[in-house]
């Protein structure tokens, strides 16, 4: 089974948003597979610059992605003016968990700069997990996943994440072969991650799993009790519960930090009906959760006691933090935080031209300083014939569509949808919805 507790990073950060959906459109689209000729190779292999890696597990891997048109992606790359697009292409197909595909495009990436320590990491992390998942395990996949991150780890030896990758690839090889060298190594590893950044449980974690693999109950404990106290919910933490007995005496030892647990009911809780029943039920749930703590168990980190903008209906004053104000123009909803920020909400109805209308919507915050920030900006524009009994309706209901109608919404954030509804007779209820 593959054990996904890695650290996967992006070295480009600048046109990796705009990138990505990039990536995405290209990776969704069902690509035709056509005959390539001949088998496709990582020539990357052979270089000198590179640490040494198996030609024939790179180029096993080519020729495996059958299923992918691999000269389709190398003109797409080819055209491409921004570095690191197949970077983050890979970066897309790996969380997609297309394993073959973003290691192939890792190798891409690799001949682009073949000593950046972020795709030499994220490369051996694939060829880990591509150890992990094949059937049967395939042992030169995690050597050159070993290799790959030693080399990662030499060029960038201050990088938490590279050192904590190459300790879990050391861990695995050290646990198939009963290497004592190797877990060693993989321990100074996950020490050199955790001294790097002491703030992560997953570090804490899979140290632990090298205790715990080393029969030391005492050393496990010990690093499990930090993950639980820098993350209770964290997935290598509580996949690692079951092999520690919660009695084990090294577990239960007094948890100080477990009064520190704290939802801030007080301050995050409107001052409102509503407001101070989700306080009750806030720290209901923190006795709860330091209960919890104290037992070693997971529990919910924060608990949201806010009120949130109406959907339908307004925001009765008493009852809500809050007022919504109407005109005949349009809306105005405003809902004080438990922090002291203000949430508005503004809807501004333009004149109706018949049966077309518009409407504009804006949403922000106003924090305790006096500084206002935007969330969303949405123009909508409508056309209704609900209400129309005349020779359109009529001409319509002849074909069974009787009266409808239909608006076009567009977002700040660049997300479009057409709507359209059927209303009475034959059709009623049918409604058809397009976004983008």
């Given at each position: 089974m593959c054990r996904m507790r890695y650290k996967l990073a992006n070295s480009h950060s600048l046109t990796f948003a705009l990138s990505l959906l990039l990536a995405g459109s290209l990776l969704l689209v069902a690509l035709p597979v056509t005959a390539l000729g001949q088998t496709a190779t990582l020539s990357y292999a052979e270089t000198e610059e590179l640490p040494k890696v198996t030609a024939d597990v790179l180029e096993a891997l080519a020729s495996s992605l059958s299923g992918h048109d691999l000269e389709a992606y190398d003109a797409f790359l080819a055209g491409q003016i921004e570095e690191g697009a197949a970077f983050t292409i890979a970066t897309f197909a790996y969380l997609k968990r297309h394993l073959e595909l973003a290691t192939w495009l890792y190798a891409r990436a690799l001949e682009e700069d073949p000593k950046d320590p972020t795709t030499l990491s994220n490369l051996g992390l694939c060829l880990h997990e591509m150890y992990l998942t094949s059937d049967p395990e395939d042992p030169q996949f995690l050597s050159t996943a070993i290799a790959l991150?030693?080399?990662?780890?030499?060029?960038?030896?201050?990088?938490?994440?590279?050192?904590?990758n190459l300790g879990y690839a050391l861990l695995d090889r050290g646990q198939s072969n009963g290497d004592a060298d190797l877990m060693v190594a993989a321990e100074e590893a996950f020490l050199n991650a955790i001294e790097l950044d002491p703030n992560e449980a997953l570090y804490h974690s899979h140290l632990a799993e090298l205790y715990l693999a080393q029969e030391d109950d005492k050393k496990a404990a010990q690093q499990l009790v930090q993950a639980h106290r820098l993350d209770p919910v964290d997935g290598a933490f509580l996949s690692l519960l079951g092999s520690l007995p919660a009695s084990s005496p090294y577990y239960t030892q007094a948890r100080d930090y477990c009064g520190e647990v704290d939802?801030?009911?007080k301050e995050n809780?409107?001052?409102?009906?509503?407001?101070?029943?989700n306080f009750v039920t806030c720290k209901m749930k923190e006795a709860s959760a330091q209960d919890a703590c104290r037992a070693g168990k997971p529990y919910a980190p924060y608990f949201d006691c806010s009120e949130e903008m109406?959907?339908?209906?307004?925001?009765?004053?008493?009852?809500?933090?809050?007022?919504?104000i109407l005109t005949p123009w349009g809306r105005c909803d405003v809902l004080i935080k438990g922090d002291g920020s203000v949430d508005f909400k503004m809807s501004l109805t333009g004149p109706a031209a018949g049966v077309f209308g518009t409407k504009l919507t804006v949403e922000g915050t106003l924090d305790a300083s006096g500084k206002v920030t935007i969330r969303d900006i949405k123009g909508e524009a409508s056309c209704s014939m609900k209400f129309l009994n005349n020779w359109v309706a009529q001409e319509l209901a002849k074909y069974g569509l009787h009266p409808l109608e239909g608006k076009a919404v567009v977002s700040s954030d660049g997300e479009a949808?057409?709507?359209?509804?059927v209303y009475g007779g034959p059709a009623a209820g049918s409604k058809v919805e397009l976004s983008h």
């Open positions: 991150l030693k080399e990662a780890a030499r060029l960038e030896p201050d990088s938490a994440f590279i050192q904590n939802y801030y009911c809780c409107p001052p409102s009906i509503i407001g101070q029943i109406p959907r339908f209906g307004i925001l009765i004053p008493g009852l809500f933090a809050g007022v919504s949808k057409v709507e359209a509804g």
